[in-house]
């Protein structure tokens, strides 16, 4: 029986990616990560199979017993701890199967900003495409200041001097959407933010001239992403790539954040949310006050290519395109600030 152990099944990755794994595979032996018995137990009412263990990413001794246990662990929870990759990744390598273990660590597509963070220019758009195929070398070099780099550098660390004991796969989602199907959040953060704030502010939210690209996908497609690879594993590996070169960009799709920004204006005005359908343009630290690293988060450039899953795992994404969704997400959170359209009709949003 395949033994799978999971970190960050209460959040918004993690929590979709283990509904699509222990739908698929019921018959996997499932151990996850929780930090205490609230978040425990709503596990626990959806998934009474699954065993539970307590402890946060700073509890390195328990989360290498429970990698050196497991014959896969998928490392949904925070891509920047240093602490959890280096322990989790520890475990895997004195596991005592005779075949290797395999970790799947998630990083995300913001550790290719670094170049607009270095020049300071947001909102302006790039030309740089990075491929995670053909000049997958490019991507695993890419400078120190890069956000998430200091945790994918460990782990292709191991990658490289643990190959035999343990297969290595990074996934690295760009723009997520869509409501996750977890136990836990369901949430987003970069385009549900930008609806709150355009729900809060009264108009759309536009970073500089709003040409800065970012790629996207629905979180039901990222989560096909991590069952595919997790079923390679099974598979002795299967067809997916493994070790330094095994690095995947979960895209489906490329978008302008100012026509996101259209976008969302749109919706928010005809659900009766803002009063005139338009975008003003916000500078860095403008955007920065409206929403935590909002000048990044809708600013900066970020424009991978994933054609890595496609070949070899046969990924083929089927979920909404983020423009489609997009009415719905402004529902959502407008739901969520108490402005439904009773409110909106009464005049009191």
């Known amino acids: 029986m395949t033994k799978l152990f999971a970190t960050g ?3 918004y990755i993690g929590g979709d990616a283990l509904y699509a794994i222990a739908h698929a595979h019921p018959e996997y032996d499932i151990t ?18 699954i065993r539970l263990v307590y402890g946060d990413l700073d509890s390195s001794e328990l989360l290498e017993e ?7 662990v ?3 929870a925070n891509a920047d701890h240093e602490g959890a990759a280096i322990a989790l990744i520890k475990g895997l390598v004195s596991h005592p199967s005779s ?3 395999y970790y799947i660590h998630t990083s995300g597509t913001g550790i290719l900003t670094f170049g607009d963070v270095e020049r300071q220019t947001f909102g302006e758009a790039s030309e740089k495409i990075y491929n995670d195929y053909e000049n997958v070398s490019e991507v695993t070099s890419l400078p120190d200041a890069a956000s998430h780099r200091n945790v994918d550098k460990i782990v292709l660390k191991a990658a490289a001097e643990h190959g035999e004991e343990v297969k290595i796969a990074i996934v690295c989602p760009p723009t997520i959407y869509g409501q996750g199907r977890g136990p836990g ?3 987003s953060l970069q385009v549900p933010e930008l609806c709150r704030a355009t729900i809060e502010k009264g108009h759309g939210i536009q970073v500089g001239a709003g040409k800065a690209y970012w790629t996207e996908v629905h979180i039901h497609d990222l989560s096909d992403v991590y069952l595919k690879l997790v079923e390679a594993a099974v598979a002795d590996g299967g067809p997916a790539t493994w070790g330094v070169e095994g690095y995947y960009f979960a895209e489906n799709g490329e978008f302008a954040w100012g026509d996101v920004a259209k976008w969302v204006a749109h919706a928010a005005y005809k659900q009766g949310y803002i009063q005139e359908d338009k975008v003003e343009r916000y500078e860095f ?7 935590d690293m909002g000048g990044r988060l809708w600013g900066a450039n970020s424009r991978p290519r994933a054609v890595r899953a496609r070949k070899l795992l046969s990924w083929t994404p ?5 423009k489609d969704e997009v009415p719905e997400t402004v529902s959502v959170e407008a739901k969520k600030m108490g402005k439904g359209h009773a409110a909106v009709a009464a005049g009191d949003a």
């Not at 996850?32 to 199979?49: F, H, Q, T």
């Not at 089927?318 to 983020?322: A, D, F, Q, R, V």
């Open 9 to 11: 099944c209460t959040g």
């Open 66 to 72: 429970e990698a050196k246990k497991a014959d896969v």
């Open 32 to 49: 996850c990560l929780v930090r205490n018995s609230d978040k425990g137990a709503v596990i626990a009412a959806e998934y009474p199979k």
């Open 99 to 101: 075949g290797p273990a």
């Open 74 to 76: 998928c490392h949904f």
């Open 285 to 291: 630290e403008a955007a920065n006050n409206v929403s």
């Open 318 to 322: 089927k979920g909404k395109s983020l």
């Open 185 to 187: 959040n369901k949430r």
